[in-house]
Nanobody, 129 residues
Framework: QVQVMESGGGLVQAGESLRLSCTVSGLTFMAYAMAWFRQAPGKQREGISCIKWNAQYPEYADSVKGRFTISRDNDKKMLYLQMDSLKAEDTAMYYC??????????????????????WGQGTQVTVSS
């Protein structure tokens, strides 16, 4: 059974930084692309970043490009999201997810059942303005 656990969320002020972490068990971590998603109250889930199995060619949503950096450590089976210059609109529950492929498929950001292997409980990020 695949288990996903996110951590590192918290309450920060606008302009500050946070680093989210994610650990996955129950699968061969390095065999899969990984992605970060977020969902704010009353809004649809948004795919914000994806990284393929070998960490090449990470992808970012326009809303976070230039401010967020995704990375992974296959030896430690860890996924990270460095979030800098945080804005109030970044407030959301953040989720990481292993994808079904080893690359970021064209539709990964939709987070649909045929693309995502499992979901964690998420970690809350709140940015005060």
């Amino acid at each position: 059974q695949v288990q996903v656990m996110e951590s590192g969320g918290g309450l920060v002020q606008a302009g500050e930084s946070l680093r989210l972490s994610c650990t996955v068990s129950g699968l061969t971590f390095m065999a899969y692309a990984m992605a970060w998603f977020r969902q704010a109250p009353g809004k649809q889930r948004e795919g914000i970043s994806c990284i393929k199995w070998n960490a090449q060619y990470p992808e970012y949503a326009d809303s976070v490009k230039g401010r967020f950096t995704i990375s992974r450590d296959n030896d430690k089976k860890m996924l990270y999201l460095q979030m800098d210059s945080l804005k109030a609109e970044d407030t959301a529950m953040y989720y990481c997810a292993p994808l079904v492929y080893d690359y970021c498929s064209g539709s990964w950001a939709l987070g649909q059942a045929d693309t995502v292997r499992a979901w964690g409980q998420g970690t809350q990020v709140t940015v005060s303005s």
